[in-house]
């Protein structure tokens, strides 16, 4: 099984949460492995509609983010996906506080993927929950990120030492 470098786990998360959407919709990557990502959000009152309440598209961008990270450490060096289709389900409204979207890759394949985000408040309530396609795009990269370290460390299987 491949292990992602920490290096480039951690230059990943340092440049996406600077990203201006990210500092703009007040989220972050808190965890970030193969199939996973964990993403919080800080509730301001620029996410909140007419009505008092956190606005749908906030959820759906949250949500849309987590399952994008919990399948892009799956893929190879130098390969990158998109969204294609995204459904969310909008399950309590919320009005203040801390949410967390936990992001899982059900299946990544050569051109296609399938991943998923449960959204949670504070108190462990799930708030929302969302599915999403993704397609592959060999040569889509971070847009200005720094130099990346490899992405994967290498392994020593069968006796040897292999590069992942």
Same mark, same amino acid.
């Given at each position: 099984? =491949?292990?992602?470098?920490?290096? *480039?786990?951690?230059?990943?998360?340092?440049?996406?949460?600077?990203?201006?959407?990210?500092?703009?919709?007040?989220?972050? +990557?808190?965890?970030?492995?193969?199939?996973?990502? +964990?993403?919080?959000?800080?509730?301001? &009152?620029?996410? !909140?509609?007419? /009505? @008092? *309440?956190?606005?749908?598209?906030? /959820? $759906?961008?949250? !949500?849309?983010?987590? #399952? *994008?990270?919990?399948? /892009?450490?799956?893929?190879?060096?130098?390969?990158? +996906?998109?969204?294609?289709?995204?459904?969310?389900? *909008? %399950?309590?409204?919320?009005? $203040?506080?801390? %949410?967390?979207?936990? @992001?899982?890759?059900?299946?990544?394949?050569? #051109?296609? @993927?399938?991943?998923?985000? #449960?959204?949670?408040?504070? #108190?462990?309530?799930?708030?929302?929950?969302?599915?999403?396609?993704?397609?592959?795009? &060999?040569?889509?990269?971070?847009?200005?990120?720094? &130099? %990346? &370290?490899?992405?994967?460390?290498?392994?020593?299987?069968?006796?040897?030492?292999? =590069?992942?």
């Amino acid at each position: 099984m =491949r292990k992602l470098n920490p290096a *480039y786990v951690r230059t990943v998360r340092e440049h996406a949460n600077r990203c201006p959407y990210f500092r703009h919709l007040s989220m972050a +990557i808190r965890r970030l492995g193969i199939g996973y990502a +964990i993403m919080d959000i800080d509730i301001k &009152p620029e996410h !909140i509609q007419a /009505f @008092g *309440y956190v606005h749908g598209g906030v /959820f $759906a961008s949250v !949500i849309d983010t987590a #399952t *994008y990270w919990s399948a /892009f450490c799956e893929l190879e060096e130098g390969v990158g +996906i998109t969204t294609v289709d995204l459904k969310v389900n *909008y %399950l309590a409204p919320v009005q $203040a506080g801390k %949410l967390t979207a936990e @992001g899982r890759c059900i299946r990544m394949g050569k #051109t296609l @993927g399938l991943a998923e985000a #449960t959204m949670k408040d504070a #108190t462990g309530r799930i708030v929302a929950h969302g599915t999403s396609g993704l397609i592959v795009l &060999p040569g889509f990269g971070l847009a200005g990120s720094p &130099p %990346l &370290p490899p992405k994967f460390l290498e392994s020593e299987e069968k006796g040897r030492i292999t =590069r992942r």
